[in-house]
């Protein structure tokens, strides 16, 4: 059946928006092809189109829409947050803190790896108001300092990503500051009982055995015993820490939940888990450029992962996400300081090296929402680089 065309006043919950009137990148879905069934997608699309292109073969039944119109969870709070600090500003706080905190963290999760050992509470959770702070004020900052220092594949510098991770989620979706503390122990937490798994399970560059695979998903156990041993941690923190590798489908271990049972909670930190995983240096792979890890985590919505928090995760992260390394239309290369939530292909970028690849200092600015030329051409994006290929000291940045 061929696509029809239906005027956007006219559309219905339930329908497959398959085409735009307009290229998609100018308005703020990320990927093409939805399903339509929240009030916040009807108001983009009256916002910015005038008619769209459905797909009546993928149209859901009315027991299906029923099904995701009554989720068991509110997906989005409704606290405020507006940005108290320019990028420039809490960069500079920022870069200092989390240096700090990196350094920090191995030592406060190493009685972890001590059968019996208890976590010092006080530092843990002094590390995570730090961070929720700094995001609270502007998160793109943090995200530019952790973007730009050496990756590591240790299971510390793992965990303080995805810590901030679900802070920066937790934020975009407005939950409120507790739940940002909260979500920001989890992320740091819910993989420490790696601490007590083999070196020889952790590092392996080949695919584990059926054998060590299931010796290795005890890990999740071991987080969760480790947490409830830990006095003035939150209460329902140890059950949380067993969710992060629960599936939609009912395929994740170690409960095989589905769907909302899983939570909002454990279905965040499923997402911002798999995308640092597939993102972060492996023993047995290359990792993935964020692009990629986003393409996944789409193509596995609604079966591996809850489908609006996909949704709304690559809302979070944008097309292109802070501390990226691309090349310009003139040649500069530069670096992703600040997204564009509304025309994703237009974020600030901070020029760092000229068309021959020489240093440019003061470094400038580009803020490409507004257009700026080079010549008689507008400044585009040409496309990404491999982090490694651009050269850049954080602490040169801002300066």
């Given amino acids: 059946m061929q696509r029809q065309q239906v005027p956007v006043e006219k559309l219905r919950f339930g329908m497959y928006v398959a085409e735009l009137d307009r290229p998609w990148t100018d308005t703020?879905?990320?990927?093409?092809?939805?399903?339509?069934?929240?009030?916040?997608?009807?108001?983009?699309?009256?916002?910015?189109?005038?008619?769209?292109?459905?797909?009546?073969?993928?149209?859901?039944?009315?027991?299906?829409l029923a099904r995701l119109a009554a989720p068991s969870f509110r997906v989005r709070g409704s606290a405020a947050y507006p940005e108290t600090t320019k990028v420039e500003v809490e960069f500079r706080h920022a870069q200092p803190m989390f240096e700090e905190t990196a350094r920090a963290v191995p030592e406060i999760l190493k009685p972890a790896s001590r059968p019996g050992g208890v976590l010092d509470t006080k530092q843990v959770k002094e590390s995570v108001t730090k961070l929720t702070d700094s995001v609270v004020r502007n998160p793109d900052?943090?995200?530019?300092?952790?973007?730009?220092?050496?990756?590591?594949?240790?299971?510390?510098?793992r965990a303080l990503q995805v810590s901030l991770y679900m802070i920066v989620f937790a934020r975009f979706l407005q939950l409120e500051r507790h739940e940002l503390e909260l979500l920001g122990l989890l992320g740091l937490l819910q993989?420490?009982?790696?601490?007590?798994?083999?070196?020889?399970?952790?590092?392996?560059?080949?695919?584990?055995?059926?054998?060590?695979s299931?010796?290795?998903?005890?890990?999740?156990?071991?987080?969760?015993?480790?947490?409830?041993?830990?006095?003035g941690l939150p209460p329902g923190l140890p059950k949380l820490v067993l969710?992060?590798?629960?599936?939609?489908?009912?395929?994740?271990?170690?409960?095989?939940?589905?769907?909302?049972?899983i939570g909002l909670y454990g279905s965040m930190a499923a997402i911002c888990d798999t995308f640092d995983a597939l993102t972060a240096p492996r023993p047995y792979a290359e990792p993935l450029s964020p692009s990629s890890a986003l393409s996944y985590l789409y193509k596995e919505r609604g079966t591996?992962?809850?489908?609006?928090?996909?949704e709304q995760f690559i809302q979070c992260v944008g097309a292109f996400p802070v501390g990226s390394a691309v090349e310009l239309n003139s040649g500069e290369v530069g670096i992703v300081i600040t997204q564009n939530l509304v025309r994703r292909l237009k974020p600030r970028v901070m020029v760092v090296l000229d068309p021959k690849g020489a240093p440019i200092h003061p470094h400038k600015i580009l803020d490409l929402d507004r257009d700026p030329k080079i010549g008689d051409e507008v400044y585009k994006i040409r496309r990404t680089l491999e982090q490694t290929k651009v050269n850049v000291d954080p602490r040169e940045l801002f300066i």
Avoid: N
């Avoid at 969710?243 to 049972?261: A, I, M």
């Fill in 304 to 310: 591996g992962f809850h489908a609006e928090l996909v």
């Fill in 28 to 64: 703020p879905f990320m990927y093409q092809g939805f399903q339509l069934r929240t009030e916040v997608q009807l108001a983009a699309l009256k916002k910015y189109c005038k008619h769209v292109f459905v797909d009546p073969e993928r149209a859901v039944s009315e027991q299906e």
């Fill in 141 to 157: 900052a943090m995200l530019l300092v952790s973007r730009l220092r050496e990756k590591s594949a240790q299971a510390h510098a």
């Fill in 191 to 212: 993989d420490i009982g790696k601490t007590r798994l083999s070196p020889a399970i952790l590092e392996k560059r080949t695919p584990l055995t059926p054998a060590e």
């Fill in 243 to 261: 969710l992060h590798h629960e599936r939609q489908d009912g395929s994740g271990y170690p409960q095989g939940l589905k769907g909302d049972d």
């Fill in 214 to 231: 299931d010796i290795a998903k005890m890990h999740v156990q071991f987080s969760a015993e480790i947490v409830a041993a830990t006095p």
